[in-house]
């Protein structure tokens, strides 16, 4: 079975990303952090079986933490421009995007901010969808780590969802099953939100470009203690 993993993603700019790490990492430290997890993410999505890589992005790299290296990861995939008002908005029209480029495929839709996700695992989502018409991964913070869909053209549910909240990920699967459409849902995924998350999904990964950024902070080592 083809399909798309679409990763959702923006420019690891100082200031712009990954902002809530901020303190005790500066600005410059967490655009790195930022970096990493993209880097990662997108290898782990290159290396899915018989799938192909879609990132919707937004932002400009020439100011970006890694450009060069993030520049040339982004040379690998299929891209798209972030468009919408909101997250919900944004994502639903990321997945239209994979319908139209790719029709007749399912896609399998994550961000950047879980550097610890295995290919094996993405994998397990796509192949999910050929039996239901729709995959969830949920996260310990109450949102939402990857949303598939059988048809990603039908991803418009989701726009309505309130994102970013602690009941996220439950009323996005409750919109979902109003919809008609059948859920299966993938393993938890921790996605990095806040230093605390950083050092977790770190440990997680020891040896990847984001443990290693992580390491490189001072005051998440400050936290650890």
Not at 30 to 42: I, K, P
Not at 83 to 95: D, F, K, M, S
Not at 128 to 140: I, K
């Amino acid at each position: 079975m083809t399909g798309t993993v679409i990763v959702l993603a923006k420019a690891p700019v100082p200031g712009r990303a990954k902002t809530r790490l901020c303190p005790p990492a500066t600005p410059e430290e967490s655009a790195d952090v930022a970096a990493a997890s993209l880097l990662d993410t997108l290898d782990a999505a290159a290396a899915v079986p018989d799938t192909r890589t879609l990132v919707a992005f937004t932002g400009r790299l020439i100011d970006a933490a890694r450009a060069c290296e993030v520049e040339a990861a982004l040379g690998r995939t299929h891209r798209t421009l972030q468009r919408g008002e909101g997250l919900g908005p944004r994502i639903v029209a990321a997945l239209a995007d994979a319908a139209a480029r790719f029709p007749g495929d399912p896609g399998l839709l994550i961000g950047m901010d879980t550097p610890q996700v295995r290919p094996a695992l993405l994998a397990e989502g796509v192949a999910a969808l050929e039996h239901a018409d729709a995959v969830l991964g949920l996260a310990p913070d109450g949102g939402w780590w990857a949303l598939g869909l059988r048809d990603p053209a039908a991803a418009g549910p989701v726009a309505g969802v309130p994102m970013s909240r602690e009941d996220t990920g439950e009323n996005t699967l409750a919109a979902l099953r109003a919809a008609g459409l059948r859920v299966v849902l993938l393993p938890e995924l921790t996605d990095v939100d806040t230093a605390e998350d950083a050092l977790v999904v770190a440990a997680a990964v020891p040896g990847s470009r984001f443990a290693e950024a992580v390491d490189r902070v001072p005051g998440f080592q400050r936290v650890a203690r």
